[in-house]
């Protein structure tokens, strides 16, 4: 796997010894046997880039359950209030971060050594969680329609766009993906008006299929962009042929997504070895191969490991930590509703 | 001896169905009031009217109403009458090729709501729809003539999807008409036309009153078509409103707003129960009940033969084989296209394949095996029971009963998938969460209100005295029950078998919320978590495989059925 | 047999509370063929019913040969099952989904005692040759016709030789021909089999053929109970008279006469003094209802001197196919009158009748 990606060997050095973790934690997960993780991710994806841990930890059983964001936190927090630890490791956790940290449901990382290879901005202060990948919310596009030069080079061009009016953008319903950077880079002001205008003048198709299916409506031509659009499914669509392609306008709006472990969940000592092993090299670029999503990891952050590097890297980020997801989340989502629910100026067919 | 046996059995039927329906029902009436962030922190301090006062003094949510309404109307008016004209069709007259229709109508029952949806955006849709594009090419126009994305085309579509369900509800109906009553007015000098209007349909009106109020309440309640197809068009109605605000942009979903908006639906419940339950008496007055069966009079079709047969191929092309079409083709693409030249020669095996290898395909084929036998059987068996109190004995409660039964209909998968979870939390010393039994269990309890509608009506055709020239032949009830009401009832048993099979493969909502891991994935879970990956491609493989099977299944059931009715029907 | 004592039932309808029937007082003996008569409404099938166990009285003693089946004082219910009845429904019931063979099979199936194959299928023919449905075993129900299927019903109530047969109008679904060779057939049958037979019927012909003791019902209670003879000769009341036969009702007074307890006396009517056997203790001035049947009345030809002879005008002639009914106007009094149908009688022509004393009942009148 390593070898098809043509990585400098300097990368890949050491890559045995990062993976080094105390030997209580081995005995432990030895007994433990197994380990239950929640995420995102398709299940044939998890399975090919969990190979390589499960090449070193065949003593690991894992079991994987894949749900979208709300079942899988509502879920395992009115659980866990009800004494019922349903998994050890849980990844997602964006805006309701917060609820679990306020029932203490997360356990403490810091003891995990390979936390140190992610930037400050991506772990915990308290270790309760850490980034797994980066992820970028920008504008995937159908290459028939658009050209790349008439993609809008800042967010406010989107709104002067002639080719994105009337129906020729979608949007999804997840404001939180990028609205939310947009806001805390720009301001308050900025991110009301802008928002205003987008639904209000640029009259953009509002639908309910996620941000994915989303992808694919647009490949066939349904509308002509679509926003957001994450990198790495984009990449994904694109190597299989359909003509799509990305485009971030700036500020990039960048997150990052989190994983955690339970406190009190039972196979702690394999969940911790997987974090670390997550956290390395070699499991940041397993990620990478599985998946196309831009590893977390300082050493990693480079060009060949992000799909639409050109896109992304030389920009402007607009970066969300969960800081401002509890300040400024609320007021997004209200205002965000109201401009959903008004449908953005009625259009009305039949 | 203060209770005999019966009425012991009486008693548990009750308090078992009492139970069952009461959870969701006290969750969704608790949960309204709490502003707690988790939908099952209820505590003195966090209960308040602050959810209705939001909900309600929205304006926005008085606007949909009038979509709602609108909505509503539009598509029971549809789907009763294509089920109407097709039910009359297989019962009433001596069409040719009935097979088809009974095979062919229940199909699109397991389609899952997004699928179908998509496939009509892919037919439909202004810019790619491929009708419009052909038309538009034919006729030299600028603009494509339908418009998917509207009201119409959402009323269009979900008549089409109530047709199977109101089918199945009036072709028993249909059957039960006593023909003399025709031929009395026929004889008094009336004209066909008028024989059915003021016989015929005055005889009809309580029953199909109440099979338009049970698909009514299933249209205000689904929110695939709604979503997709009047979303990007801004039109919205109270489902979708419902599930924007639990599946929405806020970071927790707020389900006691949701379940403030859902009381809603339990009032209209409650009115249409009552209306529903006076109707149903009435029925049961007009139904000429008799223990010799026959089969009302067959109207003769003469040279409107050929017309109505093409008239049901039509129906049977729009609702079920062009969806099939779509996502047949879809399902050999490797990305969404609509059909071209270039299209075609795109296509692959790949997703094909790719179901075969994704992840736990198996296990969640297993499981919903599992799990749609235990629901379908459960169901059947305790609407069963169900129906003999409310029908036949003289249970005090049998009323309140038969309404028990009925409510859960109008409650949302997503709610009572919630209010089952919080339960097989509490009762943690039943191992039931997290296991397709929660599952099974959280769907009967919604299955049982069409379980039982079905069930009382089949009832109701067994003469009394079948029963009881069985009980002074010396057979107790159990004996009476196994050797009269379950041959008898067997069509029945059977009908309300697959259609709750064909339900509880295709529903999401509920499996969702129960949904644990590996150990309880289902079918509809992996579709719909597939949908959301994106991989349209896969599901619409998923959508063409299911299908097929569904055929088969209908089709088989229906063969045997129908020569065993051949076989059985009187010479008289 | 079957004793019945004070029985009570009522219902609650959507109109109230109906008493429908109100103490009846039953003893019909081991082998009797007893009827229960009357219109609709009168309470009879309910009686039946609650002897069956299908229903349950407010009140009173049911007792089928020595058990007590029913009784409201000691709250004891004995359910239909366990009862040892055969019974005949008005719809006979047949199970559509059973052949022949299995429809009479099913009450030796439900008995706690275990019959072989061998003895059941002997059982079964046997009953099936009784009511003359040989050769039919292995047809299903539903397509056998009207008077085969009662005959069905017939065979599975008796199939386990019950004590007592029941039956609810069995015949009232036939045509005319059927009816009068089955309820031959019928009679003849419990006799043979020595059955205690409860029939219940509004065909008053049916309890006179059919029975040994026929009791009229009205209006929840018993009218009058006694052999048909009895009923048809000598009924009661009016209402009993009026439902058995057709009779000829006239109103008149009692009258004076020299001796008092002299059984035929004389009543003045309007159609002139009528001698008529009176019931003890009437008393002159008493008003009276005298009853003749039409059948009873004799055309006079010739010019004998007769105790009441009327000259009347024949207002009406019908042909009955049996018989000619002529309906005779005597002054303001209309009389039916049954003649051989060959009696050569014009309507207009005039007409001299005889009513003889003997069969002239009076019954009091209101």
Known sequence: ?????????????????ELEVPKAWLDGARKEGKLRVFSTFDPGQFEALSRPFKERHPYINIEYSRASHEDRAIRTLVAYKNKKIVTDIITGLGGSYFMFKEIGALDDMRMIPNLKNNPPETVDPEGLWAGMHMRYWCMAYNTRQLKKEEMPKRWDDVLTNPKLRNGNLAIGNRPQLWALSLWKANGEKWAKEFLTKLFNDVKPQLRREGMNAMLELSAAGEFNATIPSAEYRTYQKQLDGAPVSYHCPEPVPIAVSEMGILKGAPNVNAARIFVNWFLSKEGQIAQYVADYAPPVHKDLRRKEFVPFADEILPKKGAFRDPAIEVEIQPKLLTFWDELWMRGGGKRRGL | MTLSRLQLGQYAVFLFVSLLVSMPLFFLVLGSFSTAKLPTDFSLDTMSLQNYVKVYSDPGTFELFTNTLIYVTGSVAIGITISFVLAWLVERTNMQGKIWIYAGVPMTLAMPGMLQAMAWVLLLSPRIGFINKSLQSIFALDQAPINIYSLGGMVFIEGLRLVPTAFLMLVPLMRSMDPSLEEAAAVSGARPLSTARKITLRLLAPGLVAVMIYQAMTALEVFEIPGILGLPAGIYVFSTKIYAVVRSATFLPAYGLANALAMVYLVIALVTTYFYTRMISRVERFTIITGKGYRPRQFDL???????????????????????????????????????VAALQTLTLKNYRFLAQYGEVGSALRNTLLMVLVTATATVILSFFVSLVVVRSKFWGR????????VPHAIPGIVMGIAFFWVFLKVDFLPIYGTVWAMAIGFTAGFLSYGTRSMNAALLQVHKELEEAAYVSGARPWRTLWRVFLPLMMPTFVGVWIWVVLHAVRIAGLPLILYEGPQNQVLSILIWNMWDEGYVPAVAAIGTLLMLSL?????????????????????V | MIRIQNLHMVYQTERGRVHAVRGIDLDIKQGQ??????PSGCGKTSTLRSVAGLETPEEGEIFVGNDLVFSSTTRKVVPPYSRDIGMVFQSYAIWPHLNVFENVAFPLREMKRRFSQQEIREKVDRALS????????????????????????LARAIVKEPRVLLLDEPLSNLDAKLREETRFELRELVKRLGITTLYVTHDQLEALTMSDVVAVMEEGRIAQQGSPMEIYQSPQDRFVANFIGLTNFIDGRVKPSPCETASIRQVETAAGDLSCVLEEGMKPGDP?????????????????????????????????GDSLECQVLVGSQRLRTKLHPSSAVQQGQNISLELPAERCRALRGS
């Open chain 3, 130 to 153: 009784l009511v003359h449905l040989d050769g039919l075993a292995d047809r299903p129900a539903p397509f056998l016709s009207g008077g085969q299927q009662q005959r069905l019903a």
């Open chain 3, 33 to 38: 063929f007893f009827t229960l008569l009357g």
């Open chain 1, 1 to 17: 796997m390593l070898k098809k990606l043509k990585v400098e060997a300097s990368t890949l050095a050491n890559i045995d010894k």
């Open chain 2, 551 to 571: 055929l088969l299944l209908t089709v088989a059931v229906r063969y045997i059925g129908f020569r065993r009715q051949l076989v059985q029907s009187p010479a």
């Open chain 2, 399 to 406: 009323k309140l009963l038969d309404q028990l039964a009925f």
């Open chain 3, 288 to 320: 009276v209802i005298v009853v003749v049947r039409p059948e009873d009345i004799r055309v006079i030809t010739d010019a004998k001197p007769r105790h009441n002879l009327f000259q009347g005008k024949v207002n009406a002639v019908i042909f009955m």
């Open chain 2, 302 to 340: 003469g040279r409107w033969r050929y017309p109505a047969f093409a008239l049901v191929l039509l129906y049977l092309f729009l609702a079920v084989l062009l969806p099939f079409l779509v996502f047949a083709y879809v399902s050999f693409l490797s990305f969404l296209q609509a059909p071209s």
